[in-house]
């Protein structure tokens, strides 16, 4: 009894500092503001809001439940593209928040180079999901 209530208690803990963090990481990148920036329409970044809460409570729950498509193979190739631009455009902005790229390129004297340093992390993050899209559904 007592080490399921630890467990209860250390999940809760530990999907409030995940929750906390993800929120701090998107309020420090000003995603909701600078998308409705972007798009002129900063009358309606409620709606930004609320559908970035719903879709997050969303997909936690039908993570947690264990819901599936049951998608063939062919299918999971649009998707992983997908996720794999988001991942490396959300990494890629992580990056220019922190400078990383100017600093690196300024330590290294690539500064002629910095086009192709960018392509290349690009590239590689979409190669990386690809190959766990590919490899994960192909052995599980």
């Not at 910095?114 to 992390?121: A, E």
């Amino acid at each position: 009894m007592i080490k399921t209530f630890l467990l209860i208690l250390l999940g809760v803990c530990g999907g409030a500092l995940v929750g906390t963090s993800a929120a701090a990481f998107i309020t420090l990148l000003d995603i909701v503001p600078r998308l409705s920036q972007i798009t002129n329409s900063s009358k309606s970044i409620h709606i930004y809001e609320r559908t970035l809460v719903i879709s997050t409570v969303f997909i936690t729950l039908a993570d947690f439940i264990g819901f599936s498509l049951k998608l063939n193979k062919y299918s999971l190739i649009p998707i992983g593209l997908i996720v794999g631009i988001f991942v490396g455009l959300l990494a890629s902005a992580l990056a220019e928040v922190l400078n990383v790229i100017p600093i690196l390129t300024r330590r290294v004297k690539l500064g002629d180079y910095v086009y192709y340093i960018i392509f290349f992390i690009s590239l590689g993050k979409v190669a990386g999901s690809f190959m766990y899209w590919i490899i994960l559904v192909k052995y599980n």
